[in-house]
């Protein structure tokens, strides 16, 4: 019963460098989302994903991008680092707001510092 | 836009008390959903209650219930007899085809 899995849990980059966070969701989910949590804040949401091959702007997409190949993958990809994104990403998946028993299921979560 | 709105950045209540959280949101659809989530310092985002825009009547959920006014864009929270286990953020949370969260209040229990 995996759920939403985020790899990594933590990770520090240096200003400039590039890398990729990874979701994957097993429960056949159409909705996938990126957010970010600063500190003592709010969830953001970067990026979200209504099905395969669709994706969609949030709140705070600047500096970010993401694919949805596979109904399972959404991936988050940071090109240039800077300090101001160090911040919680979480990936959260759901069914679609037809489904009677919507609900968010989430990632546990990964801790970026750039310095 | 949707937006959510939570005005109180925090609250504090006595154990075995009831305490209200304050949400208001913003949209012009009129099916959608929303919740409320409480996450604990382990960072984990955990359900506490879900009600969908369609229903007049309002979810309970054991200790936890909500005041659901459509018309004026309202969804409180109300926690009955709070435990020392209810000290949280918590986030009210917009869900039509994606999902908006609020800024979150930040619950302390007093022994």
């Known amino acids: 019963n995996a759920g939403v899995t985020q790899t990594p849990k933590f990770r520090i980059l240096k200003i400039g460098q590039s890398m990729t966070l990874q979701c994957t969701q097993d429960?056949?989910?159409?909705?996938m989302y990126w957010y970010r949590q600063d500190p003592g804040m709010g969830l953001k949401l970067i990026y979200y994903?209504?099905?395969?091959?669709?994706?969609d702007k949030g709140e705070v997409p600047n500096g970010y991008n993401v694919s949805r190949s596979t109904t399972e993958d959404f991936p988050l990809r940071l090109e240039l680092a800077a300090p101001s994104q160090t911040s919680v990403y979480f990936c959260?998946?759901?069914?679609?707001?037809?489904?009677?028993?919507?609900?968010?299921?989430f990632g546990s979560g990964t801790q970026l510092s750039v310095l | 836009a949707q937006t959510v709105t939570q005005s109180q950045p925090e609250m504090s209540v006595q154990e075995a008390e009831t305490v209200t959280l304050s949400c208001t949101y913003d949209?012009?659809?009129?099916?959608?959903?929303l919740f409320w989530y409480k996450q604990p310092p382990s960072r984990q985002m955990i359900l506490v209650i879900r009600?969908?825009?369609?229903?007049?009547q309002n979810a309970t959920e054991n200790r936890f219930s909500v005041n659901f006014q459509k018309a004026a864009k309202s969804f409180s929270l109300k926690i009955s007899d709070s435990q020392l286990g209810d000290a949280a953020m918590y986030f009210c949370?917009?869900?039509?085809?994606?999902?908006?969260f609020g800024k979150g209040t930040r619950l302390h229990i007093l022994p």
């Open positions: 994903s209504v099905g395969a091959g669709i994706t």
């Open positions: 429960m056949n989910h159409n909705y």
């Open positions: 949370a917009y869900f039509d085809d994606k999902i908006i």
């Open positions: 949209t012009s659809e009129s099916d959608y959903y």
């Open positions: 009600q969908e825009a369609y229903k007049q």
């Open positions: 959260a998946s759901s069914y679609d707001r037809r489904n009677l028993n919507e609900k968010l299921f």
